[in-house]
């Protein structure tokens, strides 16, 4: 609780309505607990929640609401790709062409994304830069990357990305781009693949060239 008289100004000191109306309101809402869980669901963006990251989002630039599917949800569509559609009576149909459409993603998915974006504002992008913010982006993963050549880059992903990380990378553009650089994209697992020890890779005889 304050002391109310420290707040109010002289000439309002002894008005009685104003005095008690302020006396009532200060004993509805404590104004240290109230800023304390302002301070945790909105202003820190590392504890932030609903509304507060709604906030974050629209000053980083990035939207709750997107046009893809969530990774566990499975949909009706034809065998060219079998490991992405079900058959018929097994799943709906996808509703990913209809533009009135989106997928609202959960408070720490969208954190993962405000934090991203909001990096990638401010980013200076050098190869050193770029590897330490792959870094943050996939924290349990191998992804970097490499000059190829003048004025050429590329990303090297040793892992599939999923549906949400692919929307980052290639619909939301998210990953930063030198100015006047050329750059490409490969995605290669180690499995299948003839690598040094230590890097993951597979030795002689189980796996090619990448």
């Not at 349990?140 to 880059?153: A, E």
Request: aromatic letters at 14%; glycine letters at 8%.
């Amino acid at each position: 609780m304050k002391n109310i008289q420290d707040t109010l100004m002289s000439q309002y000191a002894n008005s009685p309505i104003i005095v008690k109306l302020i006396e009532s309101i200060n004993d509805c809402v404590d104004p240290t607990k109230s800023i304390d869980d302002f301070f945790q669901l909105a202003f820190n963006v590392r504890t932030a929640k609903g509304f507060g990251l709604d906030i974050w989002g629209r000053i980083v630039g990035v939207n709750r609401n997107i046009s893809i599917p969530p990774d566990d949800l499975n949909m009706f569509g034809f065998k060219a790709d079998p490991q992405s559609f079900a058959p018929f009576n097994n799943q709906p149909f996808s509703s990913a062409g209809a533009r009135f459409h989106a997928y609202r993603l959960s408070d720490e998915r969208f954190r993962t994304l405000i934090m991203i974006k909001a990096a990638a504002n401010i980013l200076y992008a050098t190869a050193p830069n770029i590897n330490k913010y792959l870094r943050m982006i996939f924290p349990n993963k191998r992804v970097y990357f490499l000059i190829t050549g003048h004025m050429k880059g590329r990303y090297f992903f040793e892992f599939i990305p999923n549906k949400f990380e692919r929307h980052l990378i290639y619909n939301l553009g998210l990953l930063p781009r030198p100015s006047g650089v050329q750059i490409d994209y490969r995605e290669s697992p180690p499995q299948g693949i003839f690598g040094f020890s230590g890097t993951g890779f597979q030795p002689f005889n189980q796996g090619s060239f990448a």
